[in-house]
């Protein structure tokens, strides 16, 4: 199999993912700072990995930006974050909307994984961002149970990835 894992990362989380799903395929891993799209359409299969931000998957312009070079690879994209894996219209409707304006193409299947958010190591804006969300969401009089939630994880502090969680990605991959 000819496949690649790119990965953005800022504190690691995906990276970790990146390294674990690169060693259970055998194959190449790529901070997508290093990789070209010239060099990327070079793979059959790719995997590309983002953290959350604001529901933005870190650096995944790389893929849809390059969907019509692309859309005839198998392609896996999967998200680290801090939104608990059971907030099924969370990922499956607002992630998937907002980064895929067109729709999800259909090379395309995404995956979802926790990551970390170390409180002490984000940078100040990243924690001032945290606060200013915090403090909007906590303004509503009647927030909905999805901000209630995102109240909370705005307090999220640990390493919540997990090797075991990428098992069904792995299977997606050599099937
Ligand atoms: C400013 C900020 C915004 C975030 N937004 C989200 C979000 O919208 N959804 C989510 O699940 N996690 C969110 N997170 C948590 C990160 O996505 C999570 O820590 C991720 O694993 C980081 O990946 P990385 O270390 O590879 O960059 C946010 C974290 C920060 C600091």
């Known amino acids: 199999m000819n496949a690649i894992v790119v990965y953005k990362t800022k504190y690691g989380s995906t990276k970790t993912y990146a390294e674990w799903i690169g060693e259970e395929l055998n194959c190449k891993t790529a ?9 990327l359409e070079k793979y059959d299969t790719i995997i590309y990995g983002g953290g959350l ?35 099924r219209e969370y990922y499956d409707k607002i992630v998937v909307e907002k980064n895929f304006k067109n729709g999800l193409p259909q090379c395309i299947k995404i995956f979802n994984f926790t990551g970390k958010m170390i409180i002490n190591e984000l940078t100040a804006v990243h924690k001032a961002a945290l606060k200013t969300l915090k403090k909007i969401m906590s ?37």
């Open 53 to 87: 931000y604001a529901e933005i998957i870190n650096g995944v312009i790389l893929i849809t930006k390059n969907i019509e070079r692309l859309k005839n690879k198998k392609i896996a994209v999967y998200t680290t974050g801090i939104t608990p894996l059971d907030c």
């Open 139 to 175: 303004s509503k009089k009647e927030p909905t149970e999805m901000e209630k939630l995102l109240i909370e994880l705005c307090d999220a502090d640990g390493d919540f990835c997990d090797r075991s969680q990428i098992a069904e990605l792995v299977k997606y991959i050599v099937s």
């Open 31 to 39: 901070d997508a700072k290093e990789i070209t799209i010239d060099e």
